[in-house]
């Protein structure tokens, strides 16, 4: 079971970027990287088009996320998580994330109007440690 999720202080910055970018829409994208035991470590978050563009959905463009896949896969990475934002509401789970996060396996990493939350489905939603790193 993952514990925490480690991402760099350059691609907390392009999040919240992009938070700040597509509102009053939710961003979305992809983090790239390994999971060592208990840790999923970050290597790259990886902006995605929102299909759907709305206040309090998102979609992963097919097309990119499958590019964002196969290009990860080639460098022996992979997608350990989705990320996508809550421009004006907090960073926790709404139902329609709840619904569509059940038995999904990756981490998902929510930025909100109040900052950041992760989160991972494991019987339930369980919040998970965030560990920035330069
Ligand atoms: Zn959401």
Redesign the pocket.
């Known amino acids: 079971m993952i514990y925490e999720i480690k991402i760099s202080h350059h691609d907390m910055a392009l999040i919240q970027e992009e938070l700040e970018a597509n509102k009053p829409y939710?961003a979305c994208g992809v983090l790239i990287g390994i999971i060592n035991d208990s840790t999923a470590h970050v290597e790259k978050a990886l902006p995605v088009t929102n299909v759907r563009r709305t206040r309090?959905?998102?979609e992963l463009d097919p097309k990119e996320h499958y590019d964002a896949w196969n290009d990860a896969e080639k460098k022996g990475k992979e997608i350990i998580g989705i990320y996508?934002?809550?421009p004006v509401?907090s960073a926790v789970?709404?139902l329609?994330?709840r619904e569509t996060m059940e038995n999904v396996t990756s981490v998902w990493l929510?930025a909100g109007a109040d900052g950041m939350r992760a989160y991972i489905w494991d019987n339930g939603i369980k919040a998970i440690k965030i560990v920035e790193y330069e």
């Open positions: 939710e309090t959905s998102f996508h934002t809550h509401s789970p709404s329609w994330d929510i």
